[in-house]
């Protein structure tokens, strides 16, 4: 179901969303009831969760969460980095509705982050400078990967520094997120907002946290 009650501290946020997400892996979404709360609605928002994810079609946050109208405030580009749009969303919904949790949702299989890794290892590559632009802020997380993978030699393992290289990309928006912005750090340091990284993977739909 999704949630008409709201959580007091990021970490109850947090199993909100674990629950849901396994009623998602499960097959037990509740489709029907996600547009139940139009109504009370209309006036205001109080979203429970703020998720920066990724454009990626198959990573539509509602859906993997199981949560329904007004129940997240969902920021998505291409490869979850965080620029200043995007920290800039996120205070608005942290400092006006109270929002206590922040997750920076990466996906396996990730086009942007793919892209970037590509970028590293034929470095003759060409995109548009405004593509170009999401590439070079994922690049810094990816950049030691593969410079460690490369160092015995150029065969790289391309699957598995992608892998890797999302889990350091989502970690890196978190450190950013939680640093990047006075405001955002100041409410991570008084416990009023926590700031996590996941995973989700597109063949068991299953969302993981990380560790930070
Ligand atoms: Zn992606």
């Given at each position: 179901m999704p949630n008409d009650k709201r959580p007091n501290t990021g970490q109850e946020a947090l199993e909100l969303l674990k629950e849901g997400n396994a009623r998602y892996v499960?097959?037990?979404?509740?489709?029907?009831?996600?547009?139940?709360?139009?109504?009370?609605?209309?006036?205001?928002?109080?979203?429970?969760a703020i998720i920066l994810g990724c454009s990626d079609a198959r990573v539509p946050v509602e859906i993997v969460f199981d949560q329904g109208l007004g129940d997240l405030f969902v920021i998505r580009v291409a490869g979850n980095i965080v620029a200043p749009s995007q920290i800039g969303s996120i205070e608005f919904a942290a400092e006006k509705f109270g929002t206590k949790l922040v997750v920076v949702l990466?996906?396996?299989?990730?086009?942007?982050?793919?892209?970037?890794?590509?970028?590293?290892?034929?470095?003759?590559?060409n995109y548009s400078p405004n593509l170009?632009?999401?590439?070079?802020?994922?690049?810094?997380?990816?950049?030691?990967?593969?410079?460690?993978?490369?160092?015995?030699?150029?065969?790289v393992d391309?699957?598995?520094?992608?892998?890797?290289?999302?889990?350091?990309n989502v970690r890196m928006s978190v450190s950013q997120l939680k640093h990047g912005s006075r405001a955002l750090e100041d409410l991570t340091n008084s416990g009023q907002l926590?700031?996590?990284g996941a995973e989700y993977d597109l063949e068991t739909g299953k969302v993981r946290f990380l560790d930070s």
């Open positions: 499960d097959s037990l979404s509740s489709t029907d009831a996600m547009t139940q709360r139009r109504p009370e609605l209309v006036k205001d928002q109080d979203p429970l990466g996906h396996s299989q990730c086009g942007a982050v793919t892209a970037c890794v590509d970028a590293l290892i034929n470095p003759e590559q170009q632009s999401i590439v070079d802020r994922i690049r810094p997380s990816v950049y030691n990967l593969h410079e460690l993978a490369t160092a015995n030699g150029p065969d391309t699957d598995e520094l992608v892998d890797r290289s999302i889990r350091a926590l700031v996590v």
